[in-house]
């Protein structure tokens, strides 16, 4: 089952592909996989994440930047072209927007109302998990026997990714929302691709819990691998290779069994070129998603010059 690979591309899903929806509630940390390697060549080949778009009967080019979920927006004073470009933006655009009274609604997604963990795990994967949790947080895991394995992990992977010096260093709100708070503080308009119940929904209910399970339990298992696969991304993020991230994320969907997670990347993607057309149009739009969108076949970067659009590294 790879499950060591599952947990893996896991992680870089919700670094790269989703918004932290969770930050404001527990500063969600998670991550991706090991190798570089895979068969077919991805799109983007300038190490660049930030991208100019015009042509098409664009009258203004648009900007893509590819975010880091986890990274906080002092690291945009390394960056001055993407504040330039944000800046000089009449709009933006970003995955979702953070709801704090729809955040404590959609509280419910993310726990059991007919199961329990107790239920779901073996004797000994419970006291590994129990073990585990009790480490992290001193608190024993019947206190939260209804939460779903999913929410476990996150919670876990939290402890985990927070010490990151790499990380640490860097100070503010995490790009997404900087982005978005700014935009707000400007008068200028923000467009969502997606709601919060989509994207909690992707995070808590894809998996049935018995899954959710068995990732819980991998993970723990092997921790200490995620934090190496950890560092590479981030170091993938920081030279900013587009390709090389490409390239893990496809290796490990092989390894996981193939277009299994194409609902997180290529779906997704294509249900946002049906909106980002019109909003492009309208004004110059600063576009903010995770880095993970940009490359591959189906990346936002191939579907833009698709539809038509003319796209360059900026970087």
């Known amino acids: 089952m790879h499950f060591k690979n599952k947990i893996a591309w896991l992680y870089l899903l919700v670094a790269f592909l989703i918004c932290p929806t969770l930050s404001q509630a527990q500063k969600v940390k998670s991550k991706p996989a ?5 068969k077919a060549q991805p799109v983007a080949s300038a190490k660049s994440l930030l991208w100019e778009i015009s042509g098409n009967g664009l009258k203004q080019p648009s900007y893509l930047y590819g975010t880091y979920h986890l990274l906080n927006s002092s690291y945009l004073d390394t960056t ?5 470009r944000f800046m000089e933006s009449h709009g933006l655009v970003v995955e979702t927007e953070i709801d704090s009274a729809m955040m404590m609604q959609l509280g419910s997604k993310m726990v059991m109302q007919d199961n329990k963990l107790s239920t779901l ?3 000994e994967d419970y006291a590994l998990v129990n073990a585990e949790v009790k480490e992290k947080y001193g608190f024993e895991l019947s206190m939260a026997d209804q939460m779903k394995p999913m929410t476990v992990m996150l919670m876990l992977s939290m402890k985990d990714y927070q010490d990151m010096e790499v990380l640490k260093k860097y100070t503010g709100q995490p790009l997404d929302m900087y982005f978005t708070s700014h935009t707000k503080k400007s008068n200028k308009k923000v467009s ?5 119940e989509q994207q909690f929904d992707l995070l808590y ?14 993970y723990i298992k092997n921790k200490d691998v995620a934090m190496q696969i ?15 991230i490409w390239a893990l994320s496809q290796e490990y969907n092989e390894l996981t ?10 779906d997704r993607n294509k249900d946002w ?3 980002l057309p019109a909003i492009m149009k309208e004004q110059s739009t600063f576009i903010a998603v995770g880095a993970a969108h940009l490359p591959g076949e189906n990346g936002l970067l191939k579907l833009l010059q698709r539809a038509g659009y003319t796209v360059k590294p900026l970087q």
Do not use: I
């Open 34 to 38: 090991k190798a570089t390697t895979a």
């Open 80 to 84: 001055p072209e993407v504040m330039e």
């Open 121 to 123: 795990l073996s004797a």
């Open 192 to 196: 969502t691709l997606e709601t919060m």
């Open 205 to 218: 209910n894809h998996y049935p819990l018995d899954k959710q399970a068995e990732q819980l339990v991998a």
């Open 230 to 244: 950890s560092n590479k991304l981030v170091q993938l993020y920081f030279a900013k290779d587009l390709d090389g």
């Open 257 to 266: 069994g193939g277009g299994d997670m194409s609902y997180m990347t290529d």
């Open 273 to 275: 070129m049906t909106k």
